[in-house]
């Protein structure tokens, strides 16, 4: 009886660390975030110029693209307001249309920022 139970428990052992090890793995986030956050928070404290924020976030945006990841909702949009402030009016135009293409849920407020960019 006991060589019976020997295999079972080595096979229900093996099972249980395999079962462990997969929940062991992170999730893969929806998003890419890289340096979206620290950027957001320096526009608005001013603690970085727009110049060093395009510069961190398009670097984020390469990063985003060699690993194949979709950057974060807004992502876009933030480096289109930047282009704005630096006055580069064909940049800011490219990345609010990114912004739409990857989220139609933001045409609408992409589409008003496009207009009132114009004026």
Same mark, same amino acid.
């Given at each position: 009886?006991?060589?019976?139970? %020997? +295999?079972?428990? $080595? @096979?229900?052992?093996? /099972? =249980?660390?395999? @079962?462990?090890?997969?929940? #062991?793995?992170? +999730?893969?986030?929806?998003?890419?975030? +890289?340096?979206? %956050? &620290?950027?957001?928070? *320096?526009? =608005?404290t001013k603690e970085t110029g727009p110049e060093? %924020?395009? /510069? #961190?976030? &398009?670097? *984020? @945006?390469?990063?985003?693209?060699?690993? *194949?990841l979709t950057p974060a909702p807004g992502?876009? $949009? %933030?480096l289109g307001m930047l282009y704005a402030e630096v006055g580069k009016m064909d940049q800011v135009r490219q990345q609010f249309e990114t912004e739409k293409t990857l989220f139609p849920e933001s045409t609408a407020y992409m589409d008003f920022l496009m207009r009132n960019f114009k004026k």
């Open positions: 009886m006991k060589s019976v139970l %020997q +295999p079972c428990a $080595a @096979l229900l052992s093996l /099972t =249980f660390v395999a @079962l462990l090890s997969g929940c #062991a793995e992170q +999730p893969k986030s929806l998003y890419y975030w +890289p340096g979206y %956050q &620290e950027q957001v928070y *320096g526009h =608005f060093q %924020q395009i /510069t #961190a976030l &398009e670097a *984020g @945006l390469q990063q985003a693209r060699s690993k *194949g992502y876009h $949009a %933030q």
